[in-house]
């Protein structure tokens, strides 16, 4: 909501907040409370002893990095941010090229000195930002594992599809989507008093349990686009509201890391917003916004959110050609990373996996690679976050359907609550008390592993 020519003063605001953070918990004191000689093991509870720990690391990675790369950072974010945004509208990258450029210099300098206090290669201190204590090889290992199933699975999904669309037609009103978009929200308990949805850019959720702000686009065309966005961005928020409120304003209560989110924010909107089950309790309020027709029947909302098109961008991407949208963007980033290629040259790289991967010709690789706002926002090392994400979120389900399918059922009549009720006592609860792999094994008794994310896109594409 931020007029288009305040972005600067902005980026001075923030980049004066940040410095004071960075002063506080770098200063003297802090320095010599963390130095102290640790309380006996005896005296600290598990939770006490893990936020003690996340103090740690903390002050360690923020000790890495001087104020002067602060402020420079954050003024290249916001000067890249905007000039993401004009690009965008223009469809025209050499707008955003000279920003990106200095922010990706910046952002290096950033990777080499956590690199240095990590002893860890730069690309990994990014990726550990987001995914803490994760291994680029794991990393590696789990994507290729699914990188070698692609373009192939794209095209058998599309041979084997079984349903045809009935296509939409006109134009959706955003009163009418953003009616309909409030009362899901409130019928699949987001609290309304504590939170609040807006229209963006694109898509995206920030704030506390408190004042939790999702916004997503409305799309005027097809109003099951918009609901997808809000679906994954209800994910993120679910997670957000039932974090522990005993550690709320301490490290330990907050999230565990990008892979977790972003796995809750795919389950919403991939394993419960696109399945069988889902839809038609959707249809019915689908039809009473807008009104009695074929094209809102349960058959033909599945058949559209079942309909494997690469070529659409990534967010309305399909389950199938999803991980492929993540797996181009990773491979980006360690090329960049690794000086294989600069960012004048992203436009080609891009096209160039985008037929590999997706097995797309793309007429526009310059408009395409401007579709996400992550890069422009100094997020490196996020985008595996996706892809992993989506493995914890088909191994959650395989296991729910296993175990406890009856939080499926429960669905069709709108009863969401233990479904729920299920993910704040053995995931939201947990904060970061446990990171991601120690909790995948803790509810799934298993690894994280790509076998069950394989095994659901077979059964539910045919192939």
């Not at 910046?106 to 990014?126: G, H, N």
């Not at 987001?130 to 199933?149: G, I």
Request: include cysteine; aromatic fraction near 10%.
């Amino acid at each position: 909501m931020m007029p288009r020519q305040s972005h600067l003063l902005r980026a001075e605001q923030l980049t004066v907040v940040n410095t004071l953070v960075q002063d506080i918990v770098l200063s003297a004191k802090t320095a010599r409370l963390l130095k102290t000689e640790p309380p006996p093991p005896e005296s600290l509870d598990a939770w006490q002893s893990k936020n003690l720990e996340l103090m740690h690391r903390q002050y360690k990675r923020l000790h890495a990095i001087p104020a002067s790369l602060i402020q420079k950072l954050d003024k290249c974010i916001r000067t890249a941010d905007a000039a993401w945004g004009d690009a965008k509208k223009a469809g025209d990258y050499s707008i955003f090229e000279p920003a990106f450029s200095q922010l990706l210099r910046v952002v290096k300098e950033k990777a080499q000195r956590l690199s240095d206090c990590l002893s860890v290669a730069p690309f990994e201190a990014l990726m550990d930002e987001h995914d803490p204590k994760r291994k680029q090889s794991e990393v590696d290992a789990l994507l290729n594992e699914t990188k070698q199933l692609f373009p192939q699975i794209i095209f058998l999904a599309q041979k084997n599809a079984t349903q045809t669309c009935i296509p939409f037609e006109g134009k959706f009103s955003k009163k009418k989507q953003n009616a309909l978009c409030h009362e899901l929200l409130r019928l699949l308990h987001f609290p309304l008093k504590q939170g609040r949805l807006d229209e963006s850019v694109h898509p995206f959720t920030e704030g506390v349990a408190q004042d939790i702000r999702i916004t997503t686009i409305f799309d005027r065309f097809n109003p099951l686009n918009t609901i997808m966005g809000l679906m994954h961005e209800l994910g993120h928020a679910l997670y957000d509201c039932a974090l522990p409120s005993l550690y709320r304003f301490q490290l330990v209560g907050q999230d565990a890391g990008m892979v977790v989110h972003e796995g809750m924010a795919l389950f919403w909107e991939k394993m419960v917003g696109s399945s069988a089950i889902f839809t038609p309790w959707l249809a019915q309020h689908l039809q009473h916004h807008f009104g009695p027709s074929e094209q809102w029947s349960a058959n033909n909302i599945y058949a559209h959110l079942t309909a494997v098109d690469p070529e659409k961008i990534r967010i309305e991407a399909d389950e199938v050609s999803y991980m492929g949208h993540i797996i181009l963007r990773y491979e980006v980033e360690k090329a960049l990373f690794s000086d294989d290629i600069q960012a004048k040259d992203i436009p080609q790289f891009w096209q160039e996996q985008t037929k590999a991967l997706l097995g797309v010709n793309l007429s526009n690789p310059g408009v395409d690679c401007l579709q996400d706002i992550h890069w422009a926002q100094g997020y490196f090392g996020y985008f595996q976050a996706y892809g992993l994400g989506l493995l914890f979120a088909a191994q959650i389900h395989t296991y729910l359907l296993k175990n406890h399918a009856i939080l499926f059922s429960q669905m069709k009549e709108g009863n969401f609550i233990p479904l729920l009720n299920w993910f704040k006592e053995n995931i939201f609860q947990w904060g970061s008390f446990y990171n991601a792999n120690q909790l995948i094994e803790q509810v799934t008794k298993t690894e994280l592993q790509s076998q069950p994310f394989m095994d659901y896109l077979k059964q539910k594409y045919h192939f």
